[in-house]
């Protein structure tokens, strides 16, 4: 037993031990940085993570309170993850980062996750919703999510994870670290593969990381960080039909889709102590990356007036449910052609900050004030190839999107180049706030930032259009054309906030803010097709929030808020996945989210002075996200440049009739009105532990106009509310070993997850896993 404690003792020190603060943090790693946070805030510790032994960032998100996730590939390699009713899709309004640092290929042009951190190397995740994220940015409308990164141990450490299980599952990490006189680093190496629990989801993930720490005297300390992720995954946009879902969830017609992502990055901290109560903090950092996408060209057996569509000539493949009785939109074609969706990204910039403590006319100040300069240049190209075809068909590569060139026109070649175009991006922030300590209890902290945004789109191919054919621009055969040019986009917006504390005892504190969230558009909102500026203003939240967090025993910690924030200028943009005509974007709307969230920990064995730990857990969030505007006549703009009035998404057909739908009050798609996680843990003192845990998710809508029947062709319809048990069970040994095995979804429930992109995409079925670890 008392080897047990020291052998505690013994690794805490080694965690806590070297060196001066590694840079910017979110929260901190102490229980007692909470209090300085005036907003909800949420961490996910590393007794979670080394108990449940998460398999990708989402499986451990979805517990925390107000989120929404949706699954979409069989790693969480593309991440949905939204807070409070904002959009999960590809995380586009959650700013993600990784030890304060931004790690999105494109956060201001492009911000879908395409990248996120690996589960694996973090020891906490950190989340806030409220105040705090004024000094972050950009898109903090649905929360900040913060990935903490291990820290070099104090003695010479070798440390392996090795995880294998069902749908060939392998996972291995291994570090090592160590820290001599005034240095400390670690290097890191992890590698990842499996089947998926679909057909044709094969995956693997291959990462290094190296991370040194130096102390160069009292007063300056410079980290530097090294990373390089290259991941391979058959990670496809397509779902299934109705039909085909019932029939086996597990089919993927999208057998040639592959995305491939190989992304290097630099950052290097300096901190620099110019006094005692005066610290500089400088971070550089820079990032490369290359995103490969080839998606399968496909149909659906479903004409736009709703009857039968025969397979296209070029159709390599057919999925149906069955031989006959198919409804329209129970099949699926797959084509002979695929696209691929090239894209480079280089992204660099510094920021520093200046923290400082001081007195003025008796009040004490903690303030925060920083800058930073962020650039981006990023290059997308599509190109058109032929598909691997093994059963001997003629292949003709013939674009999807056929409205583009009105079939005037099919390409003579198999492998061509469809448009290109660079993008440039310069951003400015600059953000201050003051924490106030007004009396011995309570603290008042104003703060503002400021966002400066500049958009440069320079097109050198695109899409022909009939104009280009009317004028004789191209050739007859021809689908693009060069042809160069640019246009800009400046966005500035100005965000400020407020919070107030109150320690109503040492460890728990009253806590009530507001503050201004914004999402700048993104190139994908911002331009047209053909390069020109659609002007569109930036999203903005406005958030108010209060509540009351902290410890009010020594077994029996809370956190209790109630929110309300006003989402306007949502830029709405009705175009398929995969059509790269640009149905127009717009400024249209704005909502409405009210609701309530709850964190409740107890321990009994606390109560009772035990040896043992069984906490109990509680988190619970109840929502209300409603859309208050209404826009009858969306408008578009053809590859021509014509504008257009759209009937969708405002419009539903009956009896091939369309009927205005005012969607006002409806609510907002992907936000599930309860969510419930609830779990057990039991851990003894000779190194045993178990976990049970319970999680619901409440139904959803796909829709805004909130359709109720599920359409053959699975796009729309509820998602049906869903129960999952997870489970664990290990062995901590004292002498730095430790065996476990996770069970997911235990039940092997098969789920809807979502119905973006296109058709029904299941939530991941069960999955067990057995691991080892060891420390040398």
Excluded: C
Aim: glycine share 8%.
């Amino acid at each position: 037993m008392n080897k047990k404690i020291l052998s505690q003792n013994v690794s805490e020190e080694k965690e806590s031990k070297p060196t001066k603060n590694e840079g910017i943090h979110v929260i901190g790693n102490k229980k007692e940085d909470l209090k300085k946070i005036p907003g909800s805030a949420y961490i996910i510790d590393k007794k979670y993570l080394e108990e449940a032994s998460p398999t990708d960032p989402m499986e451990a998100l979805r517990r925390a309170p107000g989120a929404s996730v949706r699954f979409q590939d069989a790693a969480g390699l593309t991440p949905n993850i939204g807070f409070r009713g904002v959009s999960n899709e590809e995380s586009r309004k959650t700013l993600i980062l990784e030890d304060g640092i931004l790690t999105s290929l494109s956060p201001y042009g492009q911000p879908e996750s395409y990248y996120s951190p690996s589960i694996e190397r973090m020891e906490r995740i950190e989340i806030i919703k409220g105040s705090g994220s004024i000094l972050f940015g950009p898109n903090t409308i649905g929360g900040i999510v913060n990935f903490v990164t291990k820290r070099p141990p104090a003695e010479s450490t070798f440390y392996t994870k090795n995880v294998g299980g069902e749908n060939g599952y392998l996972s291995t990490y291994n570090s090592y670290g160590k820290s001599f006189g005034s240095s400390a680093f670690e290097v890191s190496l992890l590698r990842k593969q499996g089947n998926g629990f679909r057909n044709y989801q094969n995956f693997d993930v291959t990462e290094g990381n190296i991370k040194w720490i130096q102390d160069w005297n009292e007063n300056h300390s410079t980290t530097i960080k090294l990373g390089y992720h290259l991941q391979n995954a058959q990670s496809t946009y397509l779902g299934l039909s109705q039909g085909l879902f019932r029939l086996d969830p597990k089919i993927n017609p999208a057998e040639f889709d592959e995305k491939k992502l190989n992304r290097n990055q630099t950052i290097i901290s300096h901190n620099w102590k110019l006094a005692e109560d005066h610290t500089l903090i400088i971070r550089g950092y820079f990032s490369q990356a290359e995103r490969n996408w080839a998606r399968q060209d496909f149909l659906s057996g479903k004409s736009n007036s709703g009857g039968y569509l025969n397979a296209p000539l070029d159709t390599l493949r057919t999925y149906s449910p069955g031989i006959i009785g198919n409804r329209p939109g129970d099949a699926i074609y797959m084509r002979e052609s695929y696209t691929s969706r090239d894209q480079s990204f280089m992204v660099g910039g510094i920021e520093t900050k200046l923290e400082s403590k001081f007195s003025t006319l008796g009040l004490k100040h903690e303030t925060d004030l920083g800058v930073r300069l962020h650039g981006e240049n990023n290059l997308t190209q599509t190109n058109l190839k032929k598909t691997d075809d093994p059963l001997g068909y003629l292949s003709k590569a013939i674009i999807q999107e056929e409205s583009l060139i009105n079939n005037l026109a099919q390409p003579s070649l198999p492998n061509f180049n469809l448009n290109r175009q660079e993008r440039k991006i310069e951003a400015f922030a600059a953000y201050f706030q003051d924490r106030i300590q007004l009396s011995e209890n309570w603290k008042l902290i104003p703060g503002v930032r400021y966002e400066e945004v500049r958009q440069k789109a320079i097109t050198t191919r695109r899409q022909a259009t009939a104009e280009d054919y009317r004028l004789g621009a191209v050739l007859p055969n021809d689908v693009s054309v060069n042809r160069r040019s640019s246009s800009e986009s400046r966005t500035h917006i100005i965000l400020p906030g407020l919070g107030i504390t109150y320690d109503i005892t040492k460890k728990f504190i009253w806590f009530s803010g507001a503050h201004k969230g914004f999402s700048p558009p993104t190139f994908g909102t911002s331009f047209s097709p053909q390069g020109n500026d659609y002007r569109l203003k930036p999203e903005t939240s406005t958030n108010y929030e209060t509540g009351v967090r902290g410890d009010l025993t020594s077994y029996l910690y809370t956190e209790l808020v109630g929110y309300k924030m006003y989402f306007r200028d949502q830029i709405i943009n009705v175009n398929e996945v995969g059509g790269e005509n640009g149905i127009r974007p717009a400024n249209t709307g704005y909502s409405t989210h009210t609701g309530g969230e709850a964190v409740i920990v107890w321990d009994p064995a606390k109560m009772q002075k035990s040896e043992w730990r069984v906490p109990i857990e509680l988190i619970y969030s109840r929502i209300e996200a409603k859309s208050r505007s209404f826009n009858p006549f969306p408008v578009s703009q053809t590859s021509d440049g014509k504008e257009i009035i759209e009937f969708l998404p405002a419009y539903t057909i009956n009896n091939y009739q369309y009927l205005p739908t005012d969607t006002t009050g409806n609510y907002l798609p992907y936000v599930p009105k309860e969510t419930i996680t609830t779990a057990i843990s039991v851990s003894s003192p000779q190194g045993y532990y178990g976990r049970l845990e319970y999680q619901y998710f409440g139904k959803q809508y796909s829709d805004l106009l909130n359709t109720k029947d599920e359409s053959e062709d699975g796009n729309k319809g509820i998602i049906p509310k869903v129960e999952l048990w997870n489970t664990s069970l290990g062995y901590r040994s004292p002498d730095k070993w430790s065996v476990f095995i996770n069970a997911k979804n235990i039940q092997d429930k098969q789920y809807v997850s979502g119905r973006l992109p296109t058709g029904i995409q299941p939530g991941p079925f069960r999955q067990i896993n057995v691991g080892f670890t060891l420390e040398l």
